[in-house]
């Protein structure tokens, strides 16, 4: 089983539409968590962290449940500019050095 | 200015030569990474270097070396090219201290192998 795994779609939505991704890992030592997006070519950038309690920004929303070992990547009234690759990254305890998944494609049309 | 830069944007090479990919970074982070990204299987990270004088192979080392000359460069070397070295190649920073925190990637380098 991948350290981290992702649903690598594509996810293919309405402008509008709210749209969630999963992201599953093995670890249960894992201690930090993360989603970036990537644009077709260009660099990961960082999204979000997520957090225990779960966490929002605008239209973002991501959220850990530790019990089932995932996290997840909510967005509400998509846009087109939301289309892109999702990465889900996730750090183990005793390691400094992140794991990133394959990431999940969306595509977000009119 | 770009935080993280990368040289050469583009590169096509042919098999056996020597390339060298250099990343430069003016966030005064000490932490580095070089990775490659192939399509459909995510990043991969080929080494680390958490300061100056630290170098550590990450999980697809071979074929690959680096060096770090300062805080502020990291480069990534093929000693010989070949073909499935083909790939999109970031670097990467981080701040250092204990748990890892964002990281900034670098626009990225293309790399063709014939």
């Known amino acids: 089983r991948k350290e981290v795994e992702q649903d690598p779609g594509p996810f293919n939505v309405p402008e509008g539409a709210t749209v969630a991704f999963n992201c599953t890992y093995s670890?249960?030592?894992?201690?930090?968590f993360f989603w970036y997006r990537q644009d077709c070519r260009k660099e990961p950038k960082l999204l979000m962290s997520?957090?225990?309690s779960g966490n929002e920004d605008g239209r973002f929303t991501a959220q850990l449940n530790r019990a089932s070992q995932y996290i997840s990547l909510l967005i509400r009234d998509s846009k087109l500019s939301d289309s892109a690759t999702y990465l889900c990254v996730v750090k183990s305890g005793g390691s400094y050095i992140p794991t990133f998944g394959r990431g999940t494609s969306l595509i977000v049309h009119p | 200015d770009a935080d993280v830069t990368q040289t050469p944007r583009n590169r096509i090479t042919k098999t056996g030569k020597r390339i060298m990919l250099e990343c430069s970074q003016t966030k005064g982070h000490d932490r580095m990474y070089w990775y490659r990204q192939d399509p459909g299987l995510g990043l991969q990270l080929i080494y680390y270097?958490?300061?100056?004088?630290?170098?550590n192979k990450g999980e697809i080392s071979d074929g690959y070396s680096v060096s770090r000359q300062a805080q502020a460069k990291f480069s990534l070397s093929l000693e010989s090219a070949i073909p499935n070295q083909t790939a999109l190649y970031f670097c990467?920073?981080?701040?250092?201290?204990?748990?890892?925190?964002?990281?900034?990637f670098g626009p990225g380098t293309r790399l063709l192998v014939l």
């Open positions: 670890n249960s030592a894992s201690q930090s």
């Open positions: 997520v957090y225990s």
């Open positions: 270097s958490f300061d100056v004088k630290d170098i």
């Open positions: 990467a920073t981080s701040e250092g201290g204990g748990a890892i925190g964002t990281q900034y």
